[in-house]
């Protein structure tokens, strides 16, 4: 059946280096979503595209975070240089445009990322 | 800006009926949906209200007051399997989400 793949599911690595993360959205779905989980915040959204344009990035720290999606099956989520308050579970998220009913958002497993 | 409230923890026996409300506050408002998240798992859509009252989906119903800004999720005859997390959620434009703190339910025997 047909479901939001992300890679990696864990990842570990130091402060400075650079982490990148990548979704692959049910095909036909045109909106994506990133979002970040942790205790303290809970699920926040970190940006959105929609036809592959980004909607809204503004829940992302703009100075190291950055977003693409380079073509319609894969979106990915950058962090340069990454710091221990990165560490996280990330979730992309893909679904539809409200006027094609588009309420219902199916969620990847996440990466579970921590930075030492 | 969006905020929504729910309870941080609920505790029920199984076989149970239990109830997680949530309240909100939008600036413009295109209905209410409800995930479940298990430990370790990611966020499963459950349901979506557009309008007042009751949607039955199986075990589960939610329901909605438009007036009163105020929503729940309704699960009867509670297993074991249903002990998570569940989140309110509130879409905006674009069919952007926010999510409200989430409500840990715990079952027992």
């Known amino acids: 059946d047909a479901r939001v793949t992300q890679t990696p599911r864990h990842k570990v690595t130091e402060m400075g280096q650079e982490v990148t993360m990548r979704c692959q959205p049910i095909?036909?779905?045109?909106?994506v979503f990133w979002y970040r989980q942790t205790m303290m915040q809970g699920l926040e959204l970190l940006a959105y595209?929609?036809?592959?344009?980004?909607?809204?990035d503004s829940g992302m720290p703009k100075d190291r975070f950055s977003a693409e999606m380079p073509d319609a099956t894969l979106a990915t989520l950058k962090i340069q240089p990454s710091e221990p308050r990165d560490s996280a579970v990330y979730f992309c998220?893909?679904?539809?445009?409200?006027?094609?009913?588009?309420?219902?958002?199916?969620f990847g497993p996440g990466t579970r990322l921590t930075v030492t | 800006g969006q905020s929504l409230e729910q309870p941080s923890e609920v505790t029920a026996v199984e076989g149970a009926i239990v109830q997680i409300n949530c309240t909100y506050q939008?600036?413009?408002?295109?209905?209410l949906s409800w995930y479940q998240q298990h430990d370790g798992g990611a966020p499963t859509f459950l349901s979506y209200?557009?309008?007042?009252g009751l949607e039955e989906t199986g075990r589960f119903s939610s329901f909605l007051s438009r007036s009163d800004s105020y929503g729940y999720l309704l699960l009867q005859e509670l297993q074991m399997k249903d002990s998570a997390s569940y989140f309110c959620?509130?879409?905006?434009?674009?069919?952007?989400?926010?999510f409200g703190t989430g409500t840990r339910l715990q079952v027992t025997l």
């Open positions: 998220a893909s679904g539809l445009a409200p006027g094609q009913g588009g309420y219902e958002q199916y």
């Open positions: 095909l036909g779905h045109n909106t």
């Open positions: 595209f929609r036809n592959r344009a980004p909607l809204d």
């Open positions: 939008t600036s413009g408002f295109y209905g």
């Open positions: 209200n557009a309008l007042d």
């Open positions: 959620a509130v879409p905006g434009t674009a069919s952007k989400l926010t």
